[in-house]
C-alpha cells in the first residue's frame, strides 16, 4: 500500500493495481497523475518521472509517497516548490510533519507542506554555504509553545538521521514558529510572530505586577488563552460577548487589581493590533489573572516556591 502524506485519502485497491497515468512530470522524482475519481495528486518516488512523459502509466510499485492538499491552488504551488527541491528534503519534511500531527492536540492547516518544507530546504541551502542565523524569537518560541520546541528538537534530530547534517538548535524555534502558524489556521509569519511579541510583552506586565516566578505551571493555561485571543484578535474573527452583566460587574468590583491589569493588557494589545476586545475579554483575562494569583499563593503556602 502507498504512503500518503496528504489531508484527504481516498485510494481505492483498484486502483492502485493499476497503477496512474502521467499528467506531468515534475522532475525525476516527482509526477502529477490523477487518482481514481479523477482528483490531481503529487506522487513521489526515486527515478518515478527519469526519462518519463505525459500520458505513459506508473506501477504502484514505483510510488513511495501521494500528496493531495484539496485546493487546486495549493496543489499547483506544492508542485512548484519540489520541482528543484531533493527528494530527502521532501521526505523528511513529510516525516516531521506526519510526527507533528500524531503528537500536538491541534490540527495542522494544509499550507505547512509548503511552508515547512520549504523553510527546511532553505535552512538546508543556508546551512551549507555557511549562513548561520539566530532566531530572535528563540526564548520566546522555547517557553510559549514547548510541544511545538520540542518536535522541532526532534525534527533537528531527523534530519541529521535522514540527510546527515546537524542544524543549530536555533532551527528547532524556526521549525516550532512554522507549526504554530499552521496550527492557527496558516497565519501569516509576520501575524505569529507578532502575536508571540505581544505574549512576551504581557507575560512582562503581568510579572511586574503580580512578581510570578518564570516557572509558575498556571503561567501555561495564561498563554494558551492569550494565544487563542490574539489570533482571534488578529483574524479580525468575532469577539465573546455575552449578557450575564451581574459577573461582569461582580469582576470589576471584587477584582479590582485583576481587572485594571486587564484593562492595561487590552490598551496594548489594541494599540498593536489595531483591533477592538471586547469587555467580556477583558473579564475573562481578570478573571484568569485571579485564577493565576491563587495558584501563586497557595505554592507559596505549600512551599512549593
Known amino acids: 500500500m502507498w504512503d500518503t502524506g496528504q489531508l484527504i485519502v481516498a485510494h481505492g485497491l483498484a486502483f492502485q493495481e493499476r497503477g496512474m497515468r502521467i499528467e506531468r512530470v515534475i522532475n525525476n522524482n516527482v509526477i502529477s497523475a490523477l ?26 510499485a514505483q510510488v513511495e509517497k501521494i500528496f493531495h492538499l484539496g485546493s487546486p491552488d495549493l496543489q499547483a504551488r506544492f508542485q512548484e ?57 528563540y526564548s520566546e518560541i522555547r517557553r ?28 528547532a524555534a524556526s521549525i516550532a514558529f512554522h507549526l504554530v502558524n499552521s496550527e492557527f489556521g496558516g497565519m501569516r509569519l509576520r501575524d505569529t510572530q507578532i502575536m508571540t511579541e505581544i505574549i512576551r510583552h504581557l507575560i512582562g506586565m ?12 498556571y503561567e501555561d493555561r495564561l498563554i494558551t488563552n492569550l494565544k487563542f485571543m490574539l489570533n482571534r484578535l488578529i ?52 478573571v484568569q489573572l485571579k485564577y493565576a494569583d491563587i495558584k501563586k499563593k497557595e505554592g507559596k503556602k505549600n512551599g512549593i516556591f
Open 35 to 60: 487518482d481514481d475519481q479523477g482528483r490531481e495528486i503529487v506522487a513521489m518516488g526515486r527515478g518515478i518521472g527519469f526519462q518519463k512523459k505525459s500520458g505513459q502509466e506508473i506501477k504502484a
Open 81 to 137: 516548490l519540489l520541482a528543484n527541491m531533493p527528494m530527502e528534503c521532501v521526505q523528511v519534511s513529510d516525516e516531521i510533519i506526519s510526527y507533528a500531527k500524531s503528537h500536538l492536540s491541534m490540527q495542522l492547516n494544509q499550507n505547512v507542506y509548503l511552508a515547512l518544507t520549504d523553510h527546511i530546504d532553505f535552512a538546508l541551502r543556508r546551512f551549507k554555504d555557511g549562513m548561520l542565523f539566530e532566531n530572535a524569537l
Open 144 to 171: 510559549f509553545y514547548p510541544e511545538e520546541f520540542q518536535i522541532g528538537c526532534h525534527a533537528l534530530d531527523l534530519i541529521e538521521e535522514r540527510i546527515k547534517v546537524r542544524l543549530p538548535e536555533d532551527e
Open 206 to 217: 503581568i510579572r511586574a505586577d503580580y512578581h510570578f516566578p518564570e516557572d509558575l505551571v
Open 235 to 286: 483574524q479580525n474573527k468575532e469577539g465573546w460577548i455575552t449578557e450575564d452583566a451581574r459577573f461582569n460587574e461582580f469582576v470589576r468590583a471584587n477584582y479590582r487589581n485583576e481587572y485594571e491589569l486587564a484593562r492595561a493588557m487590552r490598551d496594548y494589545i489594541e494599540s498593536v493590533v489595531s483591533c477592538k476586545m471586547t469587555e467580556e475579554e477583558v473579564i475573562y483575562l481578570a
